[in-house]
Nanobody, 124 residues
Framework: QVQLVESGGGLVQAGGSLRLSCAAS????????MAWFRQAPGKEREFVAA????????YYEDSVKGRFTISRDNANKMVYLQLNSLKPEDTAVYYC?????????????????WGQGTQVTVSS
């Protein structure tokens, strides 16, 4: 069982930045596709970004392109999401997710393991 633990959320003003971290427990983490999702109140969970196991390929939801950056550190079993130029509409609980096989999808059902989430609140 893979355990994912997110941290780094908080309250920030519009235009500000945050860095989310996700720590993984699995020794074979380096072979996993990792992703970030978010869920705002009353809305479905939505894809934010994904990174392949090498870290060489990244994918983003259109509304965060150019503002968010996903990265990973396989040696330390960490994945990060840098959030810049934050907007009030970015307010949500952000979740780290993983899948122990290659490939990526935007559908939450594609991912096998999830963290508990970290709250990001952007004030206007």
């Amino acid at each position: 069982q893979v355990q994912l633990v997110e941290s780094g959320g908080g309250l920030v003003q519009a235009g500000g930045s945050l860095r989310l971290s996700c720590a993984a427990s699995e020794r074979s983490f380096s072979s996993y596709t990792m992703a970030w999702f978010r869920q705002a109140p009353g809305k479905e969970r939505e894809f934010v970004a994904a990174v392949t196991w090498t870290g060489g390929d990244t994918y983003y939801e259109d509304s965060v392109k150019g503002r968010f950056t996903i990265s990973r550190d396989n040696a330390n079993k960490m994945v990060y999401l840098q959030l810049n130029s934050l907007k009030p509409e970015d307010t949500a609980v952000y979740y780290c997710a993983s899948r122990p096989t290659p490939g990526w999808r935007t559908a939450p059902s594609f991912y096998n393991y999830w963290g508990q989430g970290t709250q990001v609140t952007v004030s206007s």
